[in-house]
């Protein structure tokens, strides 16, 4: 059984709650107004967002708990009970999110969580141990963070009937060839933002890249496109002939495009190694 | 916003990055006049000391390139503020938000320009740079280039360049979801500047920035032709792609929501990077 892609693990049974008002809280970062958006409502259920009687305010971080006094004023004080925890653990957990839809306000005033939604800052996972912990024992439900976590760059199977493994450094640049290679009819199999300049002279990195990318079933090329800038090209070419050699599974043909420094060292290197190499995306592209 | 005579700091000058970079921006032209590290021993020629505050009161720096460590960002943008710095770029990726909202709030209060965090840098081509924008991409020109994405707008600007059309002033602005500078507040300085006769965006799905800007565009009624390429188009909802800010959660954010936004607001939206370059070319 799956809930919105996700296969079910578990069911947790819980005690009758009983006659309940359900209300909503949540404190949203708002990025666009350097603060964090406080929500109440006295009602309400899994749409809310869509209903009137929706209270707002945004605060700076450090006014959230005058922010929830003032929002809640008015409303059920279990509300202003449960935003002042919230807010609490907002900055505890350095949440982005964190929001209790539906809040369960019994007959006695007392209230319970119905479901809870946090969204981590994974920046910030480094020194919230309780939270990696949480994620390590999860990992299954959020491979990309346990992916960052563990190796330090970002790796995306976007497509896994995919037949293009790519890989390529900068997430903006990485989307944006994802996008053109689909616009063109292309089934590229995943994302990648390998960050050249955390390789510092080690093929690991790449040989797991092209690890990953191999258990693709239905590869048949591998586009590598780098313009980071300031990468040395002949050192990336020599560690990429490394791990094409380390993951011999993978065998497909190889189309480089690159731009940076030391492009001829790189043009010899793989040259040497049967592999053409361009500056020219637009010509790389041409070739898959 | 920089000119050759503009007096540099470099935070974090000793390390591997921030003793590359500052050879490189020296290069460039940057005048570089100071660093700062624990270990305050000159580099290449250029006085270290131990904190802003005595770089800044021996050299007279009023910008500053800080490169430290994700944890340590909060404590360096302090440090430059307390010091005086008007202009603070920060390429370091990975800062924790919280800590990007703390700094808002210090910059805000001082009134310093923060470009960053996650930020390539910003350069005023013919003049200086500050951070790593590849030069193969740099040349004098007429476009103002706003940018949440480092590799994509060294793709765009190098591309443009071999078509012979440069930039008047390039701002990473970086890709993190708070920042120290959003697109919208770049609006009022492309229009006052006089070298500036188009406005390249290079976006991507997730935030509301996209949008933010078509606010401003239209409230400010910018008159310079605007170029936007918007990457994530086919992107699933929900997953996160290297950049944090760039998530869709539902419609906001998404690429049709910031395509309706900025069309609305006069300017051409792309999908493809020689979309763009052609229709620039065309225009100017």
Known sequence: ?288 | MITRATKVLVQGITGRTGRMHSRMMRAYGTRIVAGTSPRPEPVDGIPVFKDCAAAVAATGATASVAFVGADALLGAIREAVEAGITLLVTPTEGMPVHDALAALALVRAAGVRWIGASTPGMAVPGEAKLGFLPEVALAPGPIGVMSKSGTLSYEVGYRLVQRGLGQSTWIGVGGDPVKGTRYAELVPYFAADARTRALVVIGEIGGSEEEELAGALSAQRFAKPVFALIAGRSAREGVTMGHAGAMVHGTAGSWDSKRAALEGAGARVFGAVAGLVEAVAAAL
Not at chain 1, 15 to 34: K, M, N, T
Request: charged share 20%.
């Open chain 1, 1 to 288: 059984m799956t809930v919105r892609g996700q296969a079910v693990q578990a069911v947790r049974v819980e005690q009758h709650v009983g006659p309940v008002q359900e209300a909503y809280a949540a404190l949203l970062l708002d990025a666009a107004a350097d603060g964090v958006r406080v929500l109440m409502a006295g009602q309400g259920g899994v749409d809310i967002e869509n209903q009137a009687g929706l209270r707002a305010e945004t605060a700076r971080l450090d006014d959230v708990p005058d922010a929830v006094r003032r929002v809640g004023a008015g409303l059920p004080p279990a509300l202003t009970a449960a935003g002042l925890r919230m807010a609490a653990m907002f900055r505890a957990c350095e949440a982005m999110l964190l929001e209790i839809n539906p809040l369960f306000i019994r007959p006695d005033g007392s209230w319970l969580a119905g479901d809870m939604k946090l969204i981590t800052d994974d920046n910030a996972l480094y020194r919230q141990p309780a939270l990696r912990a949480l994620l390590a024992a999860n990992a299954a439900h959020y491979p990309e963070v346990q992916l960052k976590l563990e190796h330090g760059f970002d790796y995306v199977v976007v497509d896994p009937e995919g037949d293009i493994g790519l890989v390529t450094t900068g997430a903006g640049l990485s989307m944006m060839l994802i996008d053109e290679l689909r616009a063109r009819g292309l089934r590229p199999y995943n994302f990648l933002d390998v960050r050249t300049g955390g390789m510092r002279g080690d093929p690991t990195r790449l040989i797991r890249v092209l690890e990953w990318i191999a258990a693709g079933p239905r590869i048949r090329i591998v586009l590598v496109n780098i313009f980071a800038g300031i990468t040395h090209l002949g050192e990336f070419a020599k560690l990429l002939l490394q791990a094409r050699a380390a993951v011999p599974q993978l065998a497909v043909p190889f189309v480089v495009r690159l731009v940076g420094t030391a492009f001829e060292e790189a043009e010899a290197v793989l040259g040497a190694a049967g592999i053409a190499v361009t500056t020219d995306l637009e010509r790389a592209v041409a070739l898959l």
